[in-house]
């Protein structure tokens, strides 16, 4: 059976969000973080509804809402998210109100939405279904264990038209304590010269993107999602390696066959020692292209990834901004995502052309 992912949206630091233009006008920010660009929420979300609701709740809904209006879609079969912080926003909110009344009199509006699962319970709300609600809480691979939930869902046709997301949001705070970690850079820099900082730490991003899964062909389909596999703690690059050839064998195809790979580069010279490595062995010879100077590091950043791919296989086109190599002068039919998030959790997706 063939999975297709009939439509996507994303809300991202980019224009990705109603824009027909795929990329082509970049946003260039100057600091350690870059924040999503929200737009109005009202074409979404009932205004009195948006009241309570938090930004990371807002940008899920409105790119879900935006996801099956393109997949000319009312009621999904099945919703499932991926989310590794959930909702920072309230529960931050939920304990700074629990110490600052002394666990009294405290409103249990930030308490109810502070859940991992709020996002996808919003959605149901407003969509009034009832139907299959699954949110997945798997920190870098949370995204990708919602994808294999939707996969196994639509296999065994206990649903059609499944909504996945993936979901995280950057607060000042969740900011300030994951750069105490080391995880962000400690002085600003340019998104669009992340790579050539050659320093520690990333930019930190945040974003929603929602795909809408099927089994059944259209010329509509933005692309074929073809396969995904989850690796944890890998002990060493060649292990690595030799995942990555046996994924693609499963799926009868070689390095040769791919033309192009995306990987999560994030500008973090800790961690991107392993995609210098593939890219001088195993991707060789393959055209390259990097994304998260595009979105920032975020867990969930893969679904932005899966949201590049699947629009450069529709649009046959490898927006600039994103290719660190171009070798095969080719349209795109095959792509390959590899990404790790902090060398512990990594994911590999097989997106292909229709």
């Known amino acids: 059976m063939k999975i297709y992912i009939r439509s996507s949206a994303c809300i991202s630091p980019q224009n990705t969000f109603g824009n027909d233009n795929f990329l082509t006008e970049v946003v260039e920010y100057n600091g350690t973080r870059l924040k999503a660009i929200e737009p109005d929420y009202k074409e979404f979300v009932d205004p009195k509804l948006l009241r309570r609701m938090s930004h990371i709740i807002k940008m899920g809904v409105a790119a879900a809402m935006d996801c099956l209006k393109k997949g000319d879609t009312k009621m999904p079969g099945a919703i499932i998210t991926g989310t590794a912080y959930g909702c920072l926003e309230d529960t931050v909110t939920f304990l700074t109100r629990t110490i600052e009344q002394q666990e009294e009199l405290l409103p249990p509006t930030a308490f109810i939405q502070s859940t991992h699962n709020t996002v996808a319970a919003q959605i149901a709300l407003i969509l009034q279904c009832h139907n299959y609600n699954n949110t997945f809480v798997h920190k870098g691979i949370s995204f990708e264990s919602a994808l294999l939930d939707a996969?196994?869902?639509?296999?065994?046709?206990?649903?059609?038209?499944?909504?996945?997301?993936?979901?995280?949001?950057?607060?000042?705070?969740?900011?300030?304590?994951?750069?105490?970690?080391?995880?962000?850079?400690?002085?600003?820099?340019?998104?669009?010269?992340?790579?050539?900082?050659?320093?520690?730490?990333?930019?930190?991003g945040e974003g929603a993107a929602f795909f809408l899964l099927t089994d059944r062909v259209s010329?509509?389909?933005?692309?074929?999602?073809?396969?995904?596999?989850?690796?944890?703690?890998?002990?060493?690059?060649?292990?690595?390696?030799?995942?990555?050839?046996?994924?693609?064998?499963?799926?009868?195809?070689?390095?040769?066959d791919i033309d192009l790979v995306i990987t999560g580069k994030s500008g973090d010279t800790a961690h991107d020692d392993i995609y210098e490595q593939l890219n001088h062995s195993l991707f060789d010879n393959t055209n390259l292209a990097n994304y998260k100077h595009l979105c920032g590091e975020y867990p969930t950043s893969s679904a932005f990834a899966l949201w590049l791919a699947s629009n450069i296989v529709k649009n046959e086109t490898i927006p600039e901004t994103v290719i660190e190599r171009s070798i095969k002068k080719i349209t795109p039919k095959t792509i390959l995502i590899y990404n790790h998030y902090q060398k512990i959790y990594h994911s590999l997706m097989l997106v292909s052309a229709i």
């Open 151 to 204: 996969t196994m869902l639509l296999k065994e046709n206990e649903a059609d038209n499944i909504l996945v997301g993936g979901t995280d949001e950057m607060t000042d705070t969740s900011f300030t304590i994951l750069s105490r970690l080391g995880l962000y850079k400690r002085w600003p820099v340019s998104n669009l010269n992340l790579y050539a900082t050659k320093t520690r730490g990333s930019m930190g």
């Open 219 to 256: 010329e509509n389909n933005l692309a074929e999602l073809t396969a995904i596999r989850t690796i944890y703690k890998p002990e060493n690059l060649a292990v690595i390696e030799k995942k990555v050839i046996a994924f693609l064998e499963e799926n009868n195809l070689t390095m040769e």
